[in-house]
């Protein structure tokens, strides 16, 4: 006697209509989506919201520790590759959907509402007021945040080197000082004068150094640059 082949679909029906009822199916099924969109919904109205005095209250026993940071860390992350620690809302790079999915998972298992949510990126990811790897935060008081979701590739591995010159008036100084030195070496003996020597090394690295730093001053003054510092927490593109 042959048995007879198991139709998955049939037993799949079945189950469904052991735990729901089958009137109604269509119903439950739309109902569900309306509010999982009305979620969404408002998980992106809290993203564009301000984040002014925000404490998100989330059950510390569900909470994974390895994703709470401190803002004096925030902050010398930002100054060191010369990031910027902004409300989402002034964020202008598209979230994916998968930092939408973890806000949500995160508010199903701490059975709560997130709102002031931050984001470090570089400056050019937001939507600065004139005066390529973000993070979302959450508050959770006391100077703390939550890491809720990281997207993008990661930072250039040299970015820390290239942006160390703008993390402060010194180094700068530095960082002139040297290409100066450098373009000096590199300046054919008997240019200027028909000895070279200490006096004519001298001179010429003056006025390589007077180039340098007039170059680097009307970059910064032209594009309203500022130093790590000072930027980090800033909503003004001319901070």
């Not at 099924?29 to 993203?47: M, T, W, Y």
């Not at 005095?53 to 010369?82: A, E, G």
């Given at each position: 006697?042959?048995?007879?082949?198991?139709?998955?679909?049939?037993?799949?029906?079945?189950?469904?209509?052991?735990?729901?009822?089958?009137?109604?199916?269509?119903?439950?099924?739309?109902?569900?989506?309306?509010?999982?969109?009305?979620?969404?919904?408002?998980?992106?109205?809290?993203?564009?919201?301000?984040?002014?005095?925000?404490?998100?209250?989330?059950?510390?026993?569900?909470?994974?520790?390895?994703?709470?940071?401190?803002?004096?860390?925030?902050?010398?992350?930002?100054?060191?590759?010369?990031?910027?620690?902004l409300d989402s809302k002034y964020f202008k790079g598209k979230l994916p959907k998968s930092a939408i999915s973890a806000i949500k998972d995160l508010e199903k298992k701490h059975q709560t509402e997130l709102k002031g949510f931050k984001i470090i990126a570089p400056s050019k990811l937001f939507k600065l007021e004139n005066a390529d790897d973000p993070l979302l935060f959450a508050p959770m008081g006391n100077d703390y945040f939550y890491l809720v979701h990281k997207w993008g590739n990661d930072l250039h591995p040299l970015r820390k080197i290239m942006m160390w010159s703008f993390k402060s008036f010194e180094n700068l100084l530095f960082l002139t000082f040297l290409v100066s030195l450098l373009l000096t070496f590199m300046v054919p003996d008997g240019l200027f004068t028909k000895e070279s020597n200490t006096s004519t090394f001298i001179m010429v690295f003056f006025f390589m150094f007077k180039s340098v730093a007039a170059v680097v001053l009307f970059y910064g003054f032209a594009l309203g640059k500022n130093f790590n510092p000072a930027i980090w927490n800033s909503k003004y593109f001319n901070a």
């Open positions: 006697m042959m048995l007879p082949r198991t139709n998955i679909e049939h037993k799949l029906s079945k189950l469904r209509s052991k735990e729901f009822d089958s009137s109604s199916w269509r119903n439950q099924v739309q109902e569900i989506f309306r509010k999982d969109l009305a979620h969404e919904e408002r998980i992106v109205r809290n993203l564009d919201s301000s984040s002014e005095s925000v404490v998100n209250i989330l059950d510390f026993d569900q909470l994974d520790t390895h994703k709470i940071y401190h803002i004096d860390q925030i902050k010398k992350i930002c100054i060191d590759y010369r990031l910027r620690f």
